[in-house]
């Protein structure tokens, strides 16, 4: 019974779209800030368990709200929608806990005013794209540019306000602009691969999107020419910045592995997988299998290098995402020889 009622409510909340997509460079930033602060073990585990509520909260927020408004649309192109399936009522409940789910942690982490007001507002950016009367999932760029920064940029802004507020380390706001511009151009990336996959569907569901309006041509063009080197070239200046500036207190034997495993991922495309990078499917994976996969155990493993007990979370950790951990030695056997 127990385990019915779970699956209920991760399939409700649609658990298997964001779980192994979202949560983990959320944990990996996490995992850097802490790494960086040297924060022992006491209050790095109380942060990453009340970090995994907020993440559970705010995404469980974003996609239910997404598919409470969404009903309509999904009814005319024949889509499956587990929310229409609620009363009124439970739908109300069901968004007011993930709420404060969302909310709360920061209440409890000394109190952060900014990261609590960050997640105020991630809130409103979830009603503001999917609910009318403005739906700006429908507006076109509009639309696109709130995806880029609900999905991924403020996330991220969310996860380092706490250690902004310390102003232990300096140049961290430097890091920190670095990063929410990386993982802005990261969402636009997944959101216009995202609409030019999913064209035809929400063509049919009368979604008047970005890639409808503009052509999938154009769409391959602005993914190719402009967000893909902007993306690289972000990534390229936070990790230069992490590396160069010493106060920031960043291994530089982590900096020589992110940049390993960047190149390794690379590898595994160009020689294993057999990709054609010009399909917008394979454009997307190439750097998010590097951002969900690889990057996240590294930083972690790095961290329990420096303090043991830290271990412990590479422990839980391996345990919450196991799939990207087998996706993860899989690609490693596959790139030294180990299997095909």
Not at 69 to 81: L, P
Not at 88 to 98: A, F, N, P, S, Y
Request: glycine share 6%; charged share 15%.
């Amino acid at each position: 019974m127990a385990s019915e009622a779970i699956r209920h409510v991760m399939q409700a909340l649609r658990v298997n779209d964001w779980w192994n997509y979202k949560i983990p460079p959320l944990f990996g930033f996490t995992f850097a800030m802490i790494l960086i602060h040297r924060d022992p073990f006491p209050e790095g585990i109380a942060d990453l368990g009340l970090r995994l509520l907020w993440m559970l909260g705010a995404a469980g927020f974003g996609y239910y709200t997404n598919d409470v408004f969404d009903i309509a649309e999904d009814a005319r192109a024949g889509k499956a929608n587990r929310a229409a399936s609620h009363p009124v009522g439970v739908r109300l409940l069901i968004c007011l806990v993930l709420a404060s789910l969302a909310l709360l942690p920061w209440t409890l982490l000394s109190f952060s005013p900014l990261a609590l007001a960050l997640s105020a507002a991630h809130l409103v950016l979830f009603l503001l794209y999917s609910a009318p009367p403005l739906r700006l999932k429908e507006r076109g760029f509009f639309g696109l540019l709130l995806d880029g920064i609900y999905a991924h940029a403020l996330p991220a802004a969310i996860v380092m306000a706490p250690y902004l507020e310390r102003n232990e380390i300096p140049h961290l706001d430097l890091a920190f602009g670095l990063l929410v511009g990386w993982q802005l151009s990261t969402g636009l990336r997944n959101i216009y691969l995202h609409q030019w996959e999913t064209a035809d569907r929400d063509l049919a569901a009368g979604t008047n999107t970005w890639v409808i309006a503009k052509g999938k041509s154009n769409t391959q063009r602005v993914v190719t020419l402009i967000l893909l080197p902007l993306e690289a070239a972000l990534l390229a200046g936070l990790l230069g910045v992490l590396g160069w500036l010493e106060e920031l207190n960043f291994p530089r034997e982590l900096l020589l592995a992110l940049v390993g495993a960047g190149c390794l991922n690379a590898l595994k495309y160009a020689f294993f997988d057999r990709t054609n990078l010009r399909l917008p499917r394979d454009q997307m994976h190439l750097l998010n299998d590097l951002y969900e996969e690889w990057m996240p155990p590294l930083i972690l493993i790095f961290l329990a290098i420096q303090e043991p007990a830290y271990f412990l979370v590479v422990g839980i950790y391996f345990i919450l995402f196991q799939n990207l951990i087998r996706r993860f030695v899989k690609d490693l056997r596959q790139l030294f020889g180990k299997s095909k």
